[in-house]
């Protein structure tokens, strides 16, 4: 059984959602003391609580806030002998916290200057990053954890690779690129998000191109371009690429926010109303870590 720590990390860098279990108070006689983690994704535990009744109850929990997108962390107090029928008969306050959810598989075409600082601003939001250029010198160096370079001779092939759902950006650095990747994806239509770079103009243009390929008006409708937040101006790479980030944000907060379902903070508070009335004058707050 895997430490707790390393199995998060593992999942972290694997982009594999998961929960991290706490027991943060106890009472009496609990399978293990405060402080005590494990790890629950979808099909894996790592680490433990202690077993028994408790901790089926933990994965139980763990997977439905999985399956329904939770983001917000939840509290939840067990009295160990009387709802569980655990032996030792204590009582154990569980603090569930969403890890590494991601929002979007998002798929950046083109490694020009708007996208090398826009990639960076992605990889450090809860998605998991494609970048693809036909042009190996144009990645930087380091490649930001999360995003997975892809240096191709044709990047319209990787379009069919992309999952369902996917967040598409095209900005290469050539126009006729920029087309046949558009008719790609549109051509696909099962994107969450498809931006285009470019100006009103160059709008029109894909538009006339587009349509004479026989692809819907619905379907081009589909088409962000130009790209971005309206209220975010400016023409420096920075300026822009935080737009489209921000659009990008808004995009799957759109999607993701009617599973959300947030608690209070787990604080003091908090876990003192979860604690029976004889430890509420006293409980105390312990470190996680």
């Given at each position: 059984m895997?430490?707790?720590?390393?199995?998060l990390?593992?999942?972290?860098?694997?982009?594999?959602?998961?929960?991290?279990?706490?027991?943060?108070?106890e009472?009496?006689?609990?399978?293990?003391n405060?402080?005590?983690?494990?790890?629950?994704?979808?099909?894996?535990?790592?680490?433990?609580?202690?077993?028994g009744?408790?901790?089926?109850?933990?994965?139980?929990?763990?997977?439905?806030?999985?399956?329904?997108?939770?983001?917000?962390?939840?509290?939840?107090?067990?009295?160990?002998?009387?709802?569980?029928?655990?032996?030792?008969?204590?009582?154990?306050?569980?603090?569930?916290?969403?890890?590494?959810?991601?929002?979007?598989?998002?798929?950046?075409?083109?490694?020009?200057?708007?996208?090398?600082?826009?990639?960076?601003?992605?990889?450090?939001?809860?998605?998991?990053?494609?970048?693809?250029?036909?042009?190996?010198?144009?990645?930087?160096?380091?490649?930001?954890?999360?995003?997975?370079?892809?240096?191709?001779?044709?990047?319209?092939?990787?379009?069919?690779e992309?999952?369902?759902?996917?967040?598409?950006?095209?900005?290469?650095?050539?126009?006729?690129?920029?087309?046949?990747?558009?008719?790609?994806?549109?051509?696909?239509?099962?994107?969450?998000?498809?931006?285009?770079?470019?100006?009103?103009?160059?709008?029109?243009?894909?538009?006339?191109?587009?349509?004479?390929?026989?692809?819907?008006?619905?379907?081009?409708?589909?088409?962000?371009?130009?790209?971005?937040?309206?209220?975010?101006?400016?023409?420096?790479?920075?300026?822009?690429?935080?737009?489209?980030?921000?659009?990008?944000?808004?995009?799957?907060?759109?999607?993701?926010?009617?599973?959300?379902?947030?608690?209070?903070?787990?604080?003091?508070?908090?876990i003192?109303?979860?604690?029976?009335?004889?430890?509420?004058?006293?409980?105390?707050?312990?470190?996680?870590?």
């Amino acid at each position: 059984m895997n430490n707790w720590i390393s199995a998060l990390a593992d999942l972290q860098q694997q982009g594999e959602p998961c929960v991290l279990v706490t027991i943060i108070e106890e009472q009496g006689s609990t399978p293990r003391n405060a402080g005590s983690k494990m790890v629950i994704s979808a099909s894996r535990i790592f680490d433990t609580i202690g077993g028994g009744h408790l901790e089926f109850k933990a994965m139980d929990i763990a997977r439905e806030m999985l399956s329904t997108h939770t983001q917000g962390p939840h509290l939840q107090r067990f009295s160990l002998g009387a709802s569980l029928g655990q032996c030792c008969g204590g009582v154990a306050v569980l603090l569930f916290e969403p890890m590494c959810q991601v929002q979007a598989q998002i798929a950046v075409f083109g490694a020009g200057h708007v996208a090398r600082a826009l990639v960076p601003l992605l990889a450090s939001l809860p998605c998991r990053v494609r970048w693809i250029d036909s042009r190996e010198q144009e990645f930087p160096a380091l490649i930001p954890d999360g995003v997975r370079k892809i240096a191709t001779e044709d990047p319209v092939d990787e379009i069919n690779e992309l999952p369902v759902g996917c967040y598409c950006i095209v900005m290469t650095h050539n126009h006729a690129l920029d087309l046949e990747l558009s008719a790609a994806l549109l051509k696909r239509n099962d994107f969450t998000y498809f931006g285009l770079i470019g100006s009103k103009t160059k709008r029109m243009k894909f538009e006339h191109r587009l349509h004479e390929r026989g692809i819907s008006a619905a379907h081009v409708q589909r088409m962000r371009c130009p790209m971005g937040l309206n209220e975010v101006k400016g023409k420096l790479p920075i300026e822009i690429a935080i737009s489209i980030a921000g659009e990008v944000i808004a995009t799957y907060n759109a999607h993701f926010g009617q599973h959300t379902a947030c608690t209070a903070p787990a604080g003091v508070e908090p876990i003192k109303q979860l604690l029976p009335s004889s430890r509420r004058g006293h409980a105390t707050h312990r470190e996680l870590l």
